[in-house]
């Protein structure tokens, strides 16, 4: 393998990584983790009302 094919192979694995991290980033949180989230920081707060 010569110099050049490894620096291509390097060049092209990182811009793939890239592309598929800012594409999961971009997708966002599902509406269903959302709620789950939203209802665990009320049972929080009602617990913490309790104590």
Do not use: S, W
């Not at 010569?2 to 949180?29: A, P, S």
């Amino acid at each position: 393998m010569q110099l050049g094919q490894n620096d291509d192979q390097e060049r092209f694995i990182d811009e793939n990584l890239r592309r598929v991290y800012e594409e999961t980033v971009d997708e966002g949180i599902p509406d269903k983790f959302k709620d789950l989230l939203k209802k665990l920081k009320d049972q929080e707060k009602n617990n913490g009302r309790q104590q």
